[in-house]
């Protein structure tokens, strides 16, 4: 069975610009989260997405904002990129809450 | 507001040798708690997990870990290191009540020698 899944594995963005970033669940899931991950830090949550609805929210600026799909996959996108956004983002899906999440391997983001 | 201290930011052991890292929360009641590894490249992988019930909680990959409430603390352990256990471990804390949102420690990486 495949895992989670993001796209793209390594992304290079100018300050100012906009990212979007793609995660497909683990086939059932219906939970998706969001995670930044600075070097050396531990994960941050962002978002988490249940049934296409916000369920929980993180501490970051409105600049930050997601959706999920029909078919549970999901979008981070992240407007006027500074330098501070360079980071792993993690998607991790899960059943219904996110008790048990599952992770993807991330996406590299490198703001210049 | 919930948080997560993971004291050691990196933890060198021989392969063979038993494994202790501490992790210490704050959290006003009890908490969710989790530890995940997290190899080179990889996504996080959930290795264990308490929420209630026997305070030693066993997982995968042979780790075990201990719930003490008087110390506010969830150390991982194992007690026969493989060389394929180096890797980045992080512990968090979530809330019980209401929308969980998981506070992650800084985690410690784990180096094994031969």
């Known amino acids: 069975d495949a895992g989670v899944t993001q796209s793209p594995t390594h992304l290079i963005k100018t300050r100012g610009q906009h990212v979007t970033l793609r995660c497909s669940p683990i086939?059932?899931?219906?939970?998706v989260s969001w995670y930044q991950q600075v070097l050396g830090q531990g994960p941050q949550f962002i978002f988490q997405?249940?049934?296409?609805?916000?369920?929980g929210r993180g501490n970051f600026p409105d600049r930050f904002s997601a959706r999920q799909f029909p078919n549970y996959s999901s979008e981070l996108n992240v407007n006027a990129l500074l330098l501070g956004d360079s980071a792993l983002y993690l998607c991790?899906?899960?059943?219904?809450?996110?008790?048990?999440?599952?992770f993807g391997p991330g996406t590299r983001l490198t703001v210049t | 507001a919930q948080s997560v201290t993971q004291p050691d930011i990196h933890i060198t052991v021989s392969e063979g040798a038993s494994l202790e890292l501490r992790c210490n929360y704050s959290?006003?009641?009890?908490?969710?708690l989790f530890w995940y590894v997290q190899s080179p490249g990889q996504g996080l992988q959930l290795l264990l997990k308490?929420?209630?019930?026997?305070?030693l909680v066993q997982g995968i990959k042979g780790f075990e870990a201990e719930f003490k409430r008087s110390q506010s603390s969830f150390n991982l352990r194992k007690p026969s290191v493989h060389w394929s256990d180096a890797a980045e471990y992080f512990c968090?804390?979530?809330?019980?009540?209401?929308?969980?949102?998981?506070?992650f420690g800084r985690g410690t990486s784990l180096i094994v020698h031969p």
């Open positions: 959290y006003g009641a009890t908490p969710y």
């Open positions: 991790a899906s899960s059943l219904v809450d996110i008790y048990e999440q599952y």
């Open positions: 997405y249940y049934e296409k609805e916000e369920r």
């Open positions: 086939s059932g899931h219906k939970s």
């Open positions: 968090a804390v979530g809330a019980t009540g209401g929308s969980y949102i998981p506070t």
């Open positions: 308490y929420f209630s019930g026997d305070t």
